[in-house]
């Protein structure tokens, strides 16, 4: 298949998850540019003759806007409590131990899973991580891949519906979060654009976890709470940035029959129940103890992929360095712990 081709099939699918999102907004339903590029694009890869391919090679570019983005968040008045902070960061050892331990307990025990396939499924980490372990220990990839997307897949779509209609946070997608980029200086856009690209490069050549996300992130931190940029990423943009993630996750399952579909989905549920009831707990603990606004806290407190995460933090108009950082430690761990005990496992 030539380049051309390939580039046309991607962008086909990229059209089906918009027009997706489209629905969604003209039915009001939250989060549309990224659930309804999420359903549509699911429907769309069950019909085969479908020429459409996973616009995977987005991802990267993508993940450098959502790192610039959260990067910007990072202003000099949100510094001065970052040391706030250091006790509910405290809090992400224990909760991701204890979502390790429960979740490779249930897979193991219930869904007779092998203890090294068990443990790679139960990580809160990502699924690209998780699977490149899983080669290297000989787990079995297929069912990691599965039930990391699953879990993934319940934690996006069920997020944004909680905080829409039980914290009645508005997040229609009908505002604009950041501003259009109309109203965008180009050229310090454009410095800032270049920058993230140089980050991300950067941090692929070291070897850093999450690589695309972290090293522009790091970069906009520095340049953002210096003054140096003020600008951030365009509205049109994060809209962009939704609909290829949403596409990409509605892939998850291509190839996949459906029987297989719904019985690995079947089985997530009942660890994404788990993982819901141990997140309540510490959401509980860390709302009541610190203070913070209910609605970072969730975020901050949800086992989801960290782009995913700080995507809809940034739509709901959160707290993203408290919810960010959090997630960067839950990473560190998941992606410091996971190597060392995979191959020690038996």
């Known amino acids: 298949?030539?380049?051309?081709?390939?580039?046309?099939?991607?962008?086909?699918?990229?059209?089906?998850?918009?027009?997706?999102?489209?629905?969604?907004?003209?039915?009001?339903?939250?989060?549309?540019?990224?659930?309804?590029?999420?359903?549509?694009?699911?429907?769309?890869?069950?019909?085969?003759?479908?020429?459409?391919?996973?616009?995977?090679?987005?991802?990267?570019?993508?993940?450098?806007?959502?790192?610039?983005?959260?990067?910007?968040?990072?202003?000099?008045?949100?510094?001065?409590?970052?040391?706030?902070?250091?006790?509910?960061?405290?809090?992400?050892?224990p909760y991701t131990i204890i979502t390790?331990?429960?979740?490779?307990?249930?897979?193991?025990?219930?869904?007779?899973?092998?203890?090294?396939?068990?443990?790679?499924?139960?990580?809160?980490?990502?699924?690209?991580?998780?699977?490149?372990?899983?080669?290297?220990?000989?787990?079995?990839?297929?069912?990691?891949?599965l039930v990391q997307s699953s879990r993934l897949f319940f934690i996006?779509?069920?997020?944004?519906?909680?905080?829409?209609?039980?914290?009645?946070?508005?997040?229609?997608?009908?505002?604009?979060?950041?501003?259009?980029?109309?109203?965008?200086?180009?050229?310090?856009?454009?410095?800032?654009?270049?920058?993230?690209?140089?980050g991300g490069v950067v941090a692929k050549k070291i070897r850093l976890s999450a690589a695309y996300l972290i090293g522009p992130m790091i970069v906009s931190i520095a340049v953002h709470s210096t003054g140096v940029i003020t600008t951030s990423v365009p509205d049109e943009f994060l809209k962009f940035v939704q609909v290829v993630f949403g596409t990409i996750i509605g892939f998850t399952f291509r190839g996949v029959k459906l029987k297989t579909i719904v019985k690995t989905l079947v089985s997530t549920f009942g660890h994404f129940i788990i993982l819901m009831i141990i997140s309540a707990v510490f959401i509980t603990i860390a709302y009541y103890s610190f203070g913070f606004p209910i609605i970072s806290t969730l975020l901050a407190f949800s086992p989801g992929g960290q782009a995913e995460i700080n995507l809809i933090a940034i739509l709901v108009v959160a707290n993203v360095p408290y919810i960010t950082l959090h997630h960067i430690v839950r990473l560190f761990i998941v992606m410091n712990l996971a190597p060392i005990f995979a191959r020690k496992i038996k």
């Open 1 to 93: 298949m030539s380049t051309i081709q390939t580039t046309f099939r991607m962008l086909l699918a990229l059209m089906i998850g918009a027009i997706g999102s489209i629905v969604f907004i003209y039915l009001s339903l939250p989060l549309p540019w990224l659930l309804g590029a999420i359903f549509a694009s699911s429907i769309a890869m069950r019909f085969e003759n479908l020429p459409i391919l996973s616009p995977k090679p987005f991802s990267a570019p993508a993940r450098i806007l959502i790192g610039l983005t959260i990067g910007s968040a990072f202003t000099p008045e949100i510094l001065q409590f970052i040391d706030v902070y250091f006790y509910s960061l405290i809090l992400v050892i």
């Open 100 to 145: 390790i331990i429960a979740g490779m307990y249930y897979y193991h025990k219930y869904q007779g899973f092998d203890k090294k396939t068990a443990y790679l499924s139960s990580m809160p980490g990502g699924v690209i991580e998780m699977v490149i372990i899983g080669e290297e220990i000989k787990a079995n990839i297929s069912k990691i891949t």
């Open 156 to 198: 996006v779509v069920s997020l944004p519906f909680v905080i829409q209609y039980i914290f009645k946070v508005d997040i229609s997608g009908n505002k604009l979060i950041t501003i259009p980029i109309t109203q965008t200086n180009i050229p310090e856009f454009a410095a800032l654009a270049l920058l993230g690209i140089i």
